[in-house]
């Protein structure tokens, strides 16, 4: 895994310093090299930048950018596969002279053109220069695990895995899109396309660029598509079958991402997506396996020891880390340069500790994100299969009547609840779905932190609502079911702009590749083709993923209510990071900068602090959207 940039200049002023001040803003993503290339032609400057962290070929055949037969890349992520495609081309004589996944990029290209992309079992975002027809493509992973950043103005396109490489670029224009900030404080991230800043994008997942450098055109081409697996029938198969192949893609997809050059290690929960990755991992290897996890003090939301006592079972080679208040001030500080983007999921700190933690041994680690997407873990699907239907069922008149008297009973007035933040959020999101029970609605009032009303008394200005996936349902009708419904925008949205950023600026911190065997993309085109019932099964989540964890570790182990991966971020705010809320959210602050209503975001901290702690979470993404703002919009 590495950091990538550069530049197409049709003003060409952009030039080879310019281009090393962009690459090394990105030196934690791959301390082990870099290179770049300038091509200088009467149209434009071209420039491909890379910083390596060597993981596959760690010789200097691996250096990037890379070049075969009027060809150059340079490239961030892995091609599992590369040695079975790699042999594929050998029959077809090519020639190779290293053994990295990047050169199999290269005469993979040259072969089938970017056909090629459909072939890589991988994460990967490159950019391939062909000299040949003075084009240049821009390619993302299908589930969007590595990031791809782009800017297009003025006859000026920059590309980059991660923002803060643009601000070396003396003719990138910082505006702020405050669209984008909206959408922000709604999901705690900003939402594929779209950036923090205008004129600039993320290139989706599953789709590929097309610059044609000879008429100045960009073009965009979708290649894979989540949907194109759900709009098929569903398998008429057994679930013993469906087990025993589930399994087996399992296997498969582990596997390959235990291909490296050097230490390997994984992620270790407790839960059953990672629990069930380290058994089969551990299963079928005679070393020990290092394994990883990190505790807190809260034994409400502490995995820790459940993952120790998994770990003792299988035999790996275990380490634990506990968060306390002091890591987690230290790291709240750095998280805007990492997230160079607004970003605003506290779970960032547990992960970018554990990062820490493994890399004192291995520089590759496994994670196992995902497995809720593709096999239904999350508590909303239970909550949509257990009482949408119920809510839709029950005719208009009574779900206004009962909508009206929860608007007329608040929840404070409501003994022995008054403290309860988590029944309070839920109590408003019941309301609203009465007024309008589908699936739509339930989605976005699940996803959402604030709804319109909301949103615009916290703005000073009108904002737009962005047209993001969560809008999308390309679900053919005869396919269509609730489940899939909400399985298929989780994947292109929560999957994308929030669990596989996080990852990615984490463990990029410190240098450390993390690979995600539940996106491989072949595991999701069969999930997505079980029937409903062999994921939630009778009130039970992932059904199908917890009778193969079984048949590998004793239920009694297993069966405990999920955490995930949490902090008491609320008790924090009110003590260690008090003084930061102070100053972040001002009235001088925030009067300064000329987006946000101070009224209301007084109430909110004012409520958080007098004991409302279902204002937590805003007073949170405010702060976190106040510390970006300062890193890299007054700086």
Not at 2 to 24: A, H, P, Q, W
Not at 113 to 128: D, P, T, Y
Request: with cysteine.
């Amino acid at each position: 895994m590495c950091g990538i940039t550069g530049f197409i200049d049709f003003s060409k002023r952009s030039d080879e310093i310019v281009l090393s001040g962009m690459i090394n803003t990105m030196l934690h993503r791959g301390p082990d090299g870099c290179g770049i290339q300038i091509f200088k032609t009467n149209s434009e400057h071209i420039g491909l930048a890379h910083r390596r962290l060597a993981v596959i070929d760690l010789t200097d055949t691996g250096k990037q950018p890379m070049h075969f037969s009027g060809l150059w890349v340079t490239f961030n992520g892995e091609i599992y596969n590369y040695k079975e495609i790699k042999n594929e081309l050998i029959a077809s004589n090519h020639q190779f002279i290293g053994n990295s996944d990047t050169e199999v990029v290269l005469h993979a290209f040259k072969e089938w053109g970017m056909e090629c992309i459909k072939r890589f079992i991988g994460m990967f975002a490159f950019v391939l220069y062909d000299s040949n027809q003075s084009k240049v493509f821009c390619v993302r992973d299908r589930a969007g695990v590595k990031p791809f950043y782009y800017y297009w103005k003025d006859n000026l396109f920059l590309f980059a895995s991660e923002l803060k490489a643009f601000h070396k670029h003396p003719d990138f224009k910082k505006e702020l899109n405050v669209d984008a900030v909206a959408a922000f404080i709604q999901y705690g991230n900003v939402p594929s396309p779209y950036c923090i800043y205008k004129h600039c994008n993320k290139l989706e997942p599953g789709h590929y660029m097309e610059f044609d450098s000879s008429n100045i055109q960009l073009n965009i081409h979708k290649y894979w598509d989540v949907y194109d697996s759900y709009n098929k029938p569903k398998l008429d198969i057994s679930f013993d079958e469906a087990k025993t192949e589930t399994e087996k893609k399992l296997v498969s997809a582990a596997n390959y991402r235990m291909v490296s050059d050097v230490p390997v290690g994984i992620f270790l929960s407790g839960g059953y997506d990672s629990v069930c990755l380290a058994s089969v991992l551990q299963k079928s290897r005679t070393e020990k396996i290092k394994t990883y996890t990190i505790g807190v003090s809260d034994s409400s939301i502490n995995e820790a020891p459940f993952a120790k006592k998994i770990a003792e079972f299988l035999g790996t080679e275990h380490h634990e880390y506990y968060c306390v208040s002091k890591d987690a001030i230290e790291l709240i500080d750095q998280l805007p340069y990492f997230y160079d983007e607004p970003f605003a999921d506290s779970s960032a700190i547990p992960t970018m500790l554990v990062c820490k933690i493994a890399r004192k041994e291995v520089t590759v680690a496994l994670s196992a994100d995902g497995g809720d997407e593709l096999f239904a873990g999350y508590n909303r699907y239970d909550y949509l299969m257990k009482n949408l239907q119920r809510v839709k069922n029950t005719p208009l008149f009574l779900r206004k009547s009962m909508a009206f008297m929860m608007s007329a009973a608040p929840i404070s007035s409501l003994p022995g609840l008054r403290s309860n933040y988590a029944f309070k959020n839920k109590y408003r999101k019941v309301k609203d779905l009465l007024y309008n029970p589908t699936d739509k609605n339930l989605m976005l009032n699940l996803s959402t932190l604030f709804n319109s009303r909301e949103v615009d008394n916290l703005f000073l200005q009108p904002v737009n609502e962005l047209k993001t996936a969560y809008l999308k349902n390309e679900l053919k009708e005869e396919f269509y079911t609730s489940l899939s419904y909400m399985m298929a925008i989780d994947y292109q949205t929560y999957l994308t702009d929030d669990i596989m950023q996080k990852v990615d600026r984490a463990s990029m911190s410190v240098s450390l590749e993390a690979r995600e065997p539940y996106l491989d993309h072949r595991l999701i085109e069969w999930s997505a083709r079980l029937p409903d019932q062999y994921k939630y099964n009778r009130g039970v989540k992932k059904f199908i993923l917890k009778e193969i964890v079984h048949s590998h570790i004793p239920k009694d182990l297993m069966e405990r209510p999920k955490m995930g991966f949490a902090i008491p971020i609320n008790d924090w705010l009110k003590n260690e990071l008090k003084e930061k809320i102070r100053y972040y959210l001002s009235e001088n602050n925030i009067k300064k900068q000329g987006i946000f209503n101070w009224k209301t975001i007084n109430e909110y901290v004012t409520h958080f602090m007098n004991g409302k702690n279902e204002f937590g979470t805003r007073v949170w993404y405010l702060l976190m959207f106040q510390m970006w703002y300062e890193k890299w919009m007054r700086n």
